[in-house]
C-alpha cells in the first residue's frame, strides 16, 4: 500500500462516526434528510418533488464493489428482546428472498436494489438468508455505545461463535430498548459502515439499527408516530405488526440494506462528490412510502381490516410498511405499490 492509500485508509477511519448515518424521518433538517423530502419544518407541505425528480438528483457509480454474490446475514441482538420483536424482524429478513408473498411484496420492493449493477455487470443479489444469531442481553459492552464501540460488539459475537465471513456476510447489530448509541435519536437511527480489521480482524460489512419504541419513535418509528410541532398536519398510523418501535426499525433496516449493498465500501452507488457524506438510494427516498409521497405525506398505502397501514405484504401473512429506495431505471424513488 502506498503512502496515498495508506492516508485515504487512515482518514476513513478518522471520519468514520460522521458518515453513512441514516434517519428515516423526513422532516429534520440534516442534509440528506433535505434532499429526501425536499422540505424543512418550517416548509412542510411545500415540496413539489412528490416521489422524486431525476432534475434533481446526481446518483453516480463510483466505481466500487456491490454485494452480488448471495449475502448471509449475521443477527447480533444486544440487550433484552421479547420473541414477537424477534420474530417479526426474522420474517422480515426472510421475506426478501421469498417470492411467494403476494404482490405488492418485500421480494418485489427489492427488486428495485437489485438493479444496481458494479463495473463487471453484476447485479446486486436477490438472496439473503439468515445464517447465524448471537445474543448478547447482558450488555456486556454497557448500555452506551459508540459507532466505534459497535463493532466491539460484533467482535465479541464473533469470539462468542459467530463466523468471521468476509466473502458473504453481513452483520446486523439490533440495540434494544434502554441502550444508548451514539448521535441515537438526535441525528440517526441507524447507520452502516464496514468494519476495521484492527478491530475485528476483517474487513466486514455491517449495520446497526435501534429499537426506538420507548424513547423516540416521533423521531425514528415515523409514521406509527409523529412529532409535536406537526400538530394535525398528519396523524400517526397503526402499526402492521403492532409494535411501533419494531415496525419503525424494519423501515430502518430495509434502508439500511439497502445501500450497504449498493454501497458496502462507500465506493459505489451514491449522490454528491464527498463520500464522507454520501447520499444513498434510500437517503434519496426518506418518508416516501407510496405513490403521491413527500412534502410531509407518505404516500398512499393500504390498510388491513384493523385499521393498520402497510406497503408491502411477507413471508406468513406477514405485512410491512417500508420505505421506497431510489430506482437507477426511472430515476425517482419506486415500489410495488406504486399506482399505475
Same mark, same amino acid.
Given at each position: 500500500? /502506498? ?12 471520519? *468514520? @462516526? ?22 424543512? @419544518? ?12 431525476? %432534475? ?48 405488492? !411484496?418485500?421480494?418485489? =420492493? ?9 463495473? &463487471?455487470?453484476?447485479?446486486? &443479489?436477490?438472496?439473503?438468508?439468515? *445464517?447465524?444469531?448471537?445474543? %448478547? ?6 448500555? $452506551? ?10 467482535? %465479541? ?10 466473502? /458473504? ?5 439490533? &440495540?434494544?430498548?434502554?441502550? %444508548?448509541?451514539?448521535?441515537? #435519536? ?8 464496514? $468494519? ?6 476483517? $474487513? ?7 429499537? !426506538? ?9 415515523? @409514521?406509527? +408516530?409523529? @412529532? *409535536?410541532?406537526?400538530?394535525? +398536519?398528519?396523524a400517526a398510523m397503526r402499526p402492521p405488526n403492532g409494535d411501533a418501535g419494531v415496525d419503525g426499525m424494519v423501515s430502518v433496516i430495509a434502508h439500511e440494506l439497502a445501500e450497504l449493498s449498493t454501497n458496502p465500501l462507500v465506493n459505489a452507488w451514491y449522490a454528491g462528490e464527498d463520500p464522507t457524506s454520501p447520499t444513498e438510494i434510500g437517503d434519496l427516498c426518506e418518508g416516501v412510502y407510496g405513490s403521491g409521497g413527500g412534502g410531509g405525506y407518505t404516500g398512499e398505502v393500504a390498510t388491513d381490516g384493523a385499521g393498520r397501514r402497510f406497503n408491502v405484504n411477507g413471508r ?7 420505505? =421506497?429506495? =431510489? !430506482?437507477?431505471?426511472?430515476? *425517482? #424513488?419506486?415500489?410495488? /405499490? +406504486?399506482?399505475?
Amino acid at each position: 500500500m /502506498n503512502s496515498s492509500s495508506t492516508f485515504v485508509v487512515l482518514l476513513l477511519h478518522l471520519l *468514520a @462516526p460522521l458518515i453513512l448515518s441514516a434517519s428515516p424521518f423526513p422532516y429534520t433538517t440534516t442534509k440528506r434528510s433535505i434532499y429526501a423530502s425536499g422540505v424543512t @419544518p418550517s416548509g412542510l407541505g411545500e415540496s413539489k418533488r412528490f416521489e422524486g425528480s431525476s %432534475d434533481l438528483v446526481h446518483l453516480r457509480y463510483h466505481m466500487g464493489p456491490v454485494l452480488s454474490s448471495p449475502i448471509k446475514l449475521y443477527l447480533i441482538w444486544y440487550g433484552q428482546w421479547s420473541p414477537s420483536q424477534k420474530s417479526t424482524i426474522r420474517d422480515f429478513l426472510f421475506s426478501i428472498s421469498d417470492s411467494s408473498s403476494p404482490s405488492p !411484496s418485500v421480494s418485489e =420492493w427489492w427488486s428495485t436494489v437489485t438493479l444496481y449493477v458494479d463495473q &463487471t455487470g453484476a447485479n446486486v &443479489t436477490r438472496s439473503l438468508s439468515i *445464517a447465524g444469531e448471537s445474543f %448478547d442481553s447482558s450488555l456486556s459492552r454497557g448500555s $452506551t455505545l459508540t459507532r466505534l464501540s459497535i463493532q466491539q460488539v460484533i467482535s %465479541d459475537s464473533i469470539r462468542s461463535g459467530l463466523p468471521a465471513d468476509h466473502r /458473504n456476510g453481513v452483520y446486523l447489530v439490533f &440495540t434494544s430498548a434502554g441502550v %444508548d448509541v451514539q448521535d441515537f #435519536c438526535r441525528a440517526v437511527c441507524g447507520f452502516h459502515y464496514f $468494519t476495521f480489521p484492527s478491530m475485528v480482524g476483517h $474487513t466486514l460489512p455491517y449495520a446497526w439499527i435501534g429499537y !426506538s419504541g420507548r424513547r423516540c419513535p416521533d423521531v425514528c418509528a415515523y @409514521p406509527f +408516530a409523529v @412529532p *409535536a410541532y406537526m400538530g394535525h +398536519a398528519t396523524a400517526a398510523m397503526r402499526p402492521p405488526n403492532g409494535d411501533a418501535g419494531v415496525d419503525g426499525m424494519v423501515s430502518v433496516i430495509a434502508h439500511e440494506l439497502a445501500e450497504l449493498s449498493t454501497n458496502p465500501l462507500v465506493n459505489a452507488w451514491y449522490a454528491g462528490e464527498d463520500p464522507t457524506s454520501p447520499t444513498e438510494i434510500g437517503d434519496l427516498c426518506e418518508g416516501v412510502y407510496g405513490s403521491g409521497g413527500g412534502g410531509g405525506y407518505t404516500g398512499e398505502v393500504a390498510t388491513d381490516g384493523a385499521g393498520r397501514r402497510f406497503n408491502v405484504n411477507g413471508r406468513s401473512g406477514r405485512k410491512f410498511l417500508i420505505q =421506497w429506495v =431510489w !430506482s437507477p431505471v426511472l430515476r *425517482a #424513488c419506486a415500489g410495488p /405499490n +406504486a399506482i399505475a
